[in-house]
């Protein structure tokens, strides 16, 4: 079992930046989990904003937010982060972070078994 937990959330002006953490626990090497972060607006799907294939050491990113989000991860603290930069109200969501373990790299979010809760990120115009 593989619990996730976010923080790093809150709210910020357009133009501002913030970083997102992600703390996985468990028993199997976090080293070879593939990692993602999704999100969630009001009144709208949870979509795919970036994520990290451990096997290809390849980041992937969502077109909305390429160039402007940076995912990386610190597998000796079995950790995942997304520094968000000039944000805009669009970027407003609840951000989770996901786990996929022994499956081939997707983005679909039916691919990842773990979630985190969730952290709230309000961007203001």
């Given amino acids: 079992q593989v619990q996730l937990v976010e923080s790093g959330g809150g709210s910020v002006q357009a133009g501002g930046s913030l970083r997102l953490s992600c ?28 994520g990290h294939n451990w096997s290809a050491d390849s ?16 597998n000796t603290k079995r950790a995942m ?11 407003t969501a609840v951000y989770y972070c996901a ?5 081939s790299w997707s983005r679909r979010r039916d691919e990842f078994q773990y979630w985190g809760p969730g952290t709230q ?3 203001s115009s």
């Fill in 99 to 103: 786990a996929a373990i022994g499956v």
């Fill in 59 to 74: 980041a992937y990113y969502a077109d909305s937010v390429e160039g402007r989000f940076i995912i990386s991860r610190d």
């Fill in 121 to 123: 990120v309000t961007v």
């Fill in 23 to 50: 703390v996985a626990s468990g028993r199997q090497t976090f080293g070879t989990y593939d990692m993602a972060w999704f999100r969630q607006a009001p009144g709208k799907g949870r979509e795919f904003v970036a």
């Fill in 81 to 91: 982060y997304l520094q968000m930069a000039s944000l805009n109200p669009e970027d």
